[in-house]
């Protein structure tokens, strides 16, 4: 089917529900966006394809019959993102010097490496120090650098985190770029893993070694240059137990005692060790093409009009995948059509009413299911002046087959947004309570960490787990999590989901007219390390 074709379809679309099943606007106007989005035409959406952009301009076209304005580049609805998928290119080769001997380390047995896609043919040289975990965690009194000179040198780390951080934290630092980030911000020129008794356990290297070329993905700056947390001090490779113990070989640490400290859960020796280490990976890089689409309502206090509050969702699923009763697409209904669904009918209801006193964007966002790649692009490359974005309230995978008890506002604790939205909820008879699985990580897992890590104050918004709740959502998290079961004949409550709607709305209201702008809560670890309005 053609481009027009499709938008043809979808204008259609938007007038059958109501029709079919005499629901009241405000919920055919959902199903309407859902029922296009997740329609078998869109083949899952997938960022980078044709049926992602035909995806974007819909949501454009929605957001001009609203009235919305554009918010993208150039004056346009889309923000042009370049993705790149990169993989390691090759088997390197890594030699450990002492003295004038030179030891090889061998690929597949001591080590893997890994892509460092910002420096497609990257090498280094240096000295080695054991730093732990490589954490720095001021509110838990940790600083695992403390003591050490690693300034020039190739940091060691074990990957993971010890027992009894902060949920949030945990999940955080369980990224090891995140890791990397502090190191290169103390000088490391490298970061290597080292496979640790929890990682033997869980994830032996034996089990790693076929992987070491999986596909990953980022964006490109308008440089051109591959984004990456730490590009001065990548994480190059995975070291195995063997190949740590050439690493330990001789030096004051001995590896037999950091292992044994990780199984007690005690502190780590750490330190330098002896010789030096030369390091290498290659990295095959291949790009494509995506887009966000940026809508804006203007606002109308001349001292706060140039304060922008974001109203996120992501627009892209996985497209196609695996059969599954021969069914090959992956429509995305709950994930994410209905996030979009639900801020597009949310810039409707604003429209409607008087002008916020702030701005408010409206950001439909590519490449969620990739990396949260879309949402850091726009956190990095804003289509407004740095520093004017005081918010961001995102909306990803509501589970909307039930009527509502409460929501979970992710993050909502560490800011005053927390408080808008336990309002607001109020308001429709609907308590905020905290996240019922915080080991399933969902605050690192959603766009609205891309705004966190920009230090702007920031929530996502979610379906709560009472009354029906937490047994619908495990069975959606069970059975229909990117699946092709994803789709609009799941038992979509659309009277919950006009509910959930209002909520945002409300939330957004309050938050885009008040007298103050969204504040950090004092000493909050988020707050802190990214220097967030408030947080000190």
Do not use: C
């Amino acid at each position: 089917m053609t481009l027009r074709g499709l938008l043809l379809l979808a204008l259609l679309l938007l007038g059958a529900p109501a029709q079919a099943q005499q629901v009241p606007p405000d919920q055919a106007a959902l199903r309407a966006h859902i029922q296009f989005l997740a329609s078998d035409a869109m083949r899952g959406r997938e960022a980078g394809t044709q049926d992602y952009d035909v995806a974007a301009e819909y949501v454009a076209a929605q957001m001009l019959a609203i009235g919305l304005k554009p918010g993208g580049a150039d004056g346009g609805w889309f923000q042009p993102v370049k993705l790149v998928h990169y993989r390691s290119a090759e088997k390197a080769s890594w030699t450990l010097m002492r003295g004038n001997a030179a030891i090889p380390l061998q690929f597949g047995i001591d080590f893997v490496n890994q892509a460092a896609p910002a420096t497609p043919d990257f090498t280094a040289q240096g000295g080695i120090v054991f730093a732990g975990y490589g954490l720095v965690y001021p509110q838990g009194r940790r600083d695992d650098y403390k003591g050490l000179d690693v300034r020039g040198k190739i940091v060691a780390l074990l990957p993971g985190v010890p027992a009894g951080l902060p949920s949030d934290v945990e999940a955080h630092f369980g990224n090891d770029e995140q890791k990397a980030r502090l190191a290169q911000a103390r000088g490391a020129k490298a970061v290597i893993l080292l496979e640790s008794a929890a990682h033997r356990v869980d994830f032996p290297f034996d089990a790693v070694v076929p992987f070491f070329d999986y596909e990953q993905s980022s964006w490109a700056g308008p440089d051109g240059v591959t984004h990456a947390l730490a590009p001065g001090a990548p994480v190059v490779g995975y070291v195995s137990q063997a190949g740590a113990e050439k690493l330990f070989a001789g030096s004051r640490i001995k590896w037999v005692d950091v292992l044994a400290a990780e199984r007690k859960g005690g502190k780590l020796p750490t330190g330098p060790l002896v010789g030096t280490l030369q390091v290498a990976a290659k990295t095959r890089l291949r790009t494509a093409e995506s887009r966000n689409v940026v809508g804006l309502i203007e606002g109308s206090d001349p001292g706060l009009a140039r304060q922008y509050v974001i109203l996120s969702a992501h627009l892209d699923h996985v497209g196609l995948g695996d059969a599954v009763n021969g069914d090959r697409i992956y429509n995305g209904a709950m994930d994410n059509a209905a996030g979009v669904a639900t801020i597009l009918e949310v810039a409707r209801a604003l429209r409607a009413g008087p002008p916020p006193r702030r701005s408010i964007l409206i950001i439909a966002l590519t490449a969620e299911e990739k990396g949260l790649i879309g949402s850091s692009y726009f956190a990095h490359h804003a289509t407004v002046p740095k520093g004017s974005i005081v918010a961001d309230l995102n909306i990803d995978m509501p589970i909307l087959t039930f009527p509502l008890r409460d929501l979970v506002i992710l993050g909502g604790e560490r800011s005053t947004l927390g408080a808008s939205f336990a309002a607001a909820a109020a308001g429709e008879g609907l308590a905020t309570v905290p996240d019922p699985a915080p080991e399933e990580m969902f605050f690192v897992r959603s766009d609205h960490y891309s705004f966190v890590q920009a230090g702007i104050p920031s929530v996502s918004v979610d379906s709560g787990p009472g009354g029906a709740g937490d047994a619908a959502q495990k069975d959606y998290l069970a059975n229909h999590y990117h699946k092709p079961s994803d789709q609009l004949s799941l038992p979509f409550d659309w009277e919950a989901a006009a509910k959930f709607a209002r909520v945002n709305v409300a939330a957004a209201h309050a938050i885009a007219n008040a007298d103050d702008r969204p504040r950090w809560v004092k000493g909050d670890f988020f707050g802190v390390e990214y220097d967030g309005h408030g947080a000190r």
